[in-house]
C-alpha cells in the first residue's frame, strides 16, 4: 500500500491520533485523507513491532475509534469558555 507523501510532524499527529482513545478513525480520514487501513499501514510502519500489535490489540473492534460503533452523538462536552467551540 502507498502512503501519501506525509512531514514527519504530520505522522507524529497521526500517530498520537491513532493512539488517542475518543479519536475516531474518521477524523484522521477528514484531517489527514487516510483511511483506516492507510492509519494502520502508517504505524505498522512507523512503530517497533511490539508497540504496533499493543496498538492493535488496543484499538480492534474500540467503538470509540469508529463513528458507526460510539454508543454517543456529538462526542466529548465542550464548555462554551473552551476555545475552538
Same mark, same amino acid.
Not at 505522522?11 to 484531517?31: L, S
Given at each position: 500500500?502507498?502512503?501519501?507523501?506525509l512531514d514527519p510532524?504530520?505522522?507524529?499527529?497521526?500517530?498520537?491520533?491513532?493512539?488517542?482513545?475518543?479519536?475516531?478513525?474518521?477524523?484522521?480520514?477528514?484531517?489527514?485523507? &487516510? #483511511?483506516?487501513?492507510?492509519?494502520?499501514? &502508517?504505524?505498522?510502519?512507523?512503530? #517497533?513491532?511490539?508497540?504496533?500489535?499493543?496498538?492493535?490489540?488496543?484499538?480492534?473492534?474500540?467503538?470509540?475509534?469508529?463513528? #458507526?460503533?460510539?454508543?454517543?452523538?456529538?462526542?466529548?462536552?465542550?464548555?462554551?469558555?473552551?476555545?475552538?467551540?
Amino acid at each position: 500500500m502507498s502512503l501519501p507523501d506525509l512531514d514527519p510532524e504530520d505522522v507524529d499527529r497521526i500517530i498520537g491520533m491513532a493512539w488517542e482513545d475518543r479519536t475516531p478513525f474518521e477524523a484522521i480520514e477528514v484531517q489527514f485523507g &487516510l #483511511k483506516e487501513n492507510e492509519v494502520r499501514s &502508517l504505524m505498522r510502519h512507523h512503530l #517497533k513491532p511490539g508497540s504496533f500489535r499493543r496498538w492493535r490489540s488496543r484499538v480492534k473492534g474500540r467503538s470509540t475509534k469508529h463513528e #458507526k460503533l460510539r454508543g454517543f452523538g456529538l462526542g466529548r462536552f465542550r464548555s462554551s469558555s473552551q476555545r475552538g467551540g
